[in-house]
Every structure is written in structure tokens, then in C-alpha cells.
């Protein structure tokens, strides 16, 4: 029997959000399980910072900035990582924002922006990725959602952002029925209240903190939690999955 790797061993993969957060721990995570790794933020700094904490480890990493509502943004930065450590292998969507507004006072900039960056960004981003993936063969493309596609936080007035997460769910669903054939993976990774600058802010926090009573394992995801399920999902140990939703979330939604 041939045993499952769960090797990223010269696996060039690119990472959309990895300049703070979820996406800058997966990024350092994929790093030292030795990817080649493309750190992509529009915060130049942010992308910078990763990028250098990887290869300040040893790791392979370049930053990228780039804006993932932007199609030729996400075009170049793939040609940008392929002409530097070659043809892309795997990718993660992280890059995301996050605010409330009750509905009746949501303004249709604030549903757009959140839509836009949450939703078309991740379609945007898989886009690019899919046809370097295509061209190359296959790969494995996993996108960030959040248990927020599964519920309405309770307390939290963030209609947009669960509207959006339950896109980016059905999108990578599609996505992996599409691109099956031509041994493209599209899978999820549902996390849960992850102690991120997005969850800490003081509109997110002030209901968060009341909800941590209800995690079955009662705390917080941390950061590095979320490195293995990436790491699975990217590897050859998960060629049989595609369209999966893996929710990580310490059993919260399981009550
Ligand atoms: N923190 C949580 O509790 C939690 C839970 C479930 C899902 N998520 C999801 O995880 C992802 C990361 O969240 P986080 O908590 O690490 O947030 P974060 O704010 O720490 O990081 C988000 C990153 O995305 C980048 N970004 C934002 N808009 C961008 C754009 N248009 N183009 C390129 N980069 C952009 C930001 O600059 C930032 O570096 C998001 O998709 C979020 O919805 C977070």
C-alpha cells in the first residue's frame, strides 16, 4: 500500500490575503513544510513582511501586491511567481474583509465593496489560478470561507459577509465540478472564530467574546490551527477530494 504524502516539498503555491491574519500564519505554515510560496496582499508592507519571515526561516518565498478584485492584478502576479520559482502547483484565497451594519442601514457601497472583495475576489483569484493550473496539468485551489456560510453569526449584523462566505462555498463547489476533468481540486476550509486583527476588532470582538462560551472546545481557533487542514488540502494526501467543505471550528456549529 502506498502510504499518503502529505508533502508541499517544491510545490509553488500562491496565497491571496497572506500579509496579516489566517493567510500570513498559512503562508509561513506552507513555508516550512517547504512550498515555494507566493505571498500576495494589497498591503505592500503586509505581503513584505510574510514573505521575509519565510525565507528568513529558510523557506522560498516572493511578495506580491496585488488587488484581488483586479483581473490583470491576479494574472501577473501568477506569471510574477511561475517566472520565479516555476509553474504553479497549488493556491489558497484568503484575502477577505469584514464589517457590520444592521440591513436596514447598510449602504449599497457598503454591500458592493464587501462583495466585491469577498465574492468577486475569490472568483477573480481562482480564475487566474484555475488557467495557470489547467495549462500546467492540475493542481489544488482551496478558498477560505467561514462558518458564516453555514450561519447567521447570532448578534453579529454582517448580512453581506454571510451572504458572501455562502458564495464563495457554492462557487468553489462549481468550480470543482468544472475543473475536475482537468484534475483541478477546488476545495473549502470553513473557519471558525479565529483570534485574527479581523476578529479582535472592537465591532467583531464585543459579540465574539460572548460566543467562545458556546465553542464545544471552548477557545478560539488559533492561526497555526489552520496551517494542517491547508497543508492536507494542498497536498497528494487530498487527491480525492474536491468540492469538500472542511469546517474548522472546534465543533461550533455542531450543537
Ligand atoms: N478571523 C476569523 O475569525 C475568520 C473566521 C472565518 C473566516 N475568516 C476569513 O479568513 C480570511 C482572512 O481573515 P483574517 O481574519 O486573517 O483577516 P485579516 O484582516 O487579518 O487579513 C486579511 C488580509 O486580506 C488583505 N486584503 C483585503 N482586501 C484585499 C484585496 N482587495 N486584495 C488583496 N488583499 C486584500 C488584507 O490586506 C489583509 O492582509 C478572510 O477571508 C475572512 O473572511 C476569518
Not at 8 to 35: E, H, P, W, Y
Not at 144 to 153: K, T, V
Not at 154 to 161: A, E, F, I, K, V
Request: with cysteine; glycine share 12%.
Amino acid at each position: 500500500m502506498a502510504l499518503p504524502t502529505f508533502s508541499l516539498d517544491n510545490q509553488v503555491v500562491l496565497i491571496t490575503g497572506a500579509g496579516s491574519g489566517i493567510g500570513a500564519g498559512i503562508a509561513r505554515g506552507l513555508g516550512a513544510f517547504k512550498a515555494a510560496v507566493g505571498c500576495l496582499d494589497q498591503s505592500e508592507d503586509g505581503a513584505f513582511e510574510t514573505a521575509s519571515a519565510i525565507t528568513a526561516a529558510g523557506g522560498r518565498a516572493v511578495a506580491l501586491t496585488g488587488d484581488v478584485r483586479d483581473e490583470s492584478s491576479m494574472s501577473d502576479a501568477v506569471a510574477r511567481l511561475e517566472r520565479e520559482f516555476g509553474p504553479l502547483n497549488g493556491a489558497l484565497n484568503c484575502a477577505g474583509v469584514h464589517d457590520t451594519s444592521p440591513a436596514e442601514a447598510m449602504t449599497r457601497a457598503q454591500w458592493q465593496r464587501l462583495i466585491d472583495i469577498n465574492l468577486t475576489g475569490v472568483f477573480i483569484s481562482s480564475q487566474a489560478e484555475g488557467r495557470a493550473l489547467i495549462r500546467n496539468g492540475g493542481g489544488s485551489i482551496v478558498n477560505i470561507g467561514s462558518i458564516s456560510a453555514h450561519i447567521a453569526n447570532r448578534g453579529l449584523s454582517q448580512s453581506h459577509y454571510n451572504a458572501a462566505k455562502a458564495g464563495v462555498a457554492h462557487l468553489s463547489r462549481s468550480l470543482a465540478l468544472e475543473w475536475a476533468q482537468q484534475n483541478v481540486r477546488v476545495n473549502i476550509i470553513s473557519p471558525g472564530y479565529t483570534a485574527t486583527p479581523m476578529a479582535k476588532s472592537p465591532e467583531v470582538w464585543g459579540q465574539v467574546k460572548h460566543l467562545i462560551d458556546d465553542i464545544p472546545l471552548g477557545r478560539m481557533c488559533e492561526i497555526d490551527e489552520l496551517v494542517g487542514p491547508a497543508v492536507f488540502l494542498l497536498s497528494d494526501a487530498a487527491t480525492y477530494c474536491t468540492g469538500l467543505d472542511l469546517v474548522v471550528d472546534g465543533g461550533a456549529i455542531r450543537w
